[in-house]
């Protein structure tokens, strides 16, 4: 089914409601996880790009947003394991905001 404007609202709202319903453990989790997926998704576009574009800067500039994001999810994982010690990081199965 395709996502329209009508139908991306209610599911947004649905999303937050869920999120709101998280624990301390499980936000954070959620939250390493989306920046991982965002520096992976980053890298992937670098690669792509530098096959297709004569300019360098453009590439490196999904390269400086995958660095971005990684540095995120490392501050958050300390963050995690200063609170939670040595627990894993919680599988949390919602989508990517």
Request: aromatic share 8%.
């Amino acid at each position: 089914m395709e996502k329209t404007d009508d139908n991306l609202i209610p599911e947004l709202r649905d999303l937050l409601g869920k999120l709101m319903r998280l624990d301390e453990k499980e936000l954070i989790s959620y939250w390493i996880e989306g920046e991982l997926e965002e520096a992976e998704m980053y890298s992937e576009l670098a690669r792509t790009i530098r096959d297709i574009v004569w300019d360098d800067r453009i590439p490196k500039v999904f390269e400086e947003l995958a660095n971005q994001r990684l540095q995120h999810s490392e501050i958050l994982l300390k963050t995690y394991k200063s609170l939670f010690r040595e627990e894993p990081t919680k599988n949390v199965d919602l989508p990517p905001m």
